[in-house]
DNA sequence: TTGAAATGTTAGGTTTACATTACATAATGT
DNA sequence: ACATTATGTAATGTAAACCTAACATTTCAA
């Protein structure tokens, strides 16, 4: 089961879904799925979130038992 | 762009397409697409592959310019 | 308190990841 | 020489990622 950290980091970014969206160049509908848990992005789309809320790919998405 | 080291980690541990396949759930003929940069694969699939060649995901797929 | 901005969510459509099947070729061993 | 295994590759189908558009609700500044 597929975990993440988007929601945390963006709020913490203070940016929004549609600006988040704007960056890594989809609609803001994008982000609120993956923050939902609701699809498991590409890992380009997952490269392009970590690089900008600065953390590593892992420690953005990772995999969790059960 | 979207690069990988997916074959070469393979050839380190003697792993077929198949092999390595298996272990993450998919076809060869995926592990195959892959590795000729053909797809961008789910960052479900990329964090299983990492895991197994053991690997960080990011050491494992990286976007370059142009 | 009003209105804009942000988010939740849903419906319908396009694109792409991934599966299945299949065939061809190269490499290896018997 | 033959069989087996690994790989390349291509066709077709399906499921899921991602889009656009829309409307409802929450949030928050003026």
Sequence with gaps: ???NRVKELRARYG????ELG???DV???TIAFIEKGEFSPS????LKLAK???V?????FWLEEE
Tied chains: 1, 2.
Aim: charged letters at 20%.
């Design 43 to 46: 890992i380009t789309l997952a």
């Design 1 to 3: 089961m597929l975990s």
């Design 22 to 24: 704007k960056q890594v």
């Design 56 to 60: 590593e790919v892992g420690d953005l």
């Design 27 to 29: 609609t803001r509908q």
């Design 15 to 18: 940016f929004t879904q549609s």
């Design 52 to 54: 900008v809320l600065k």
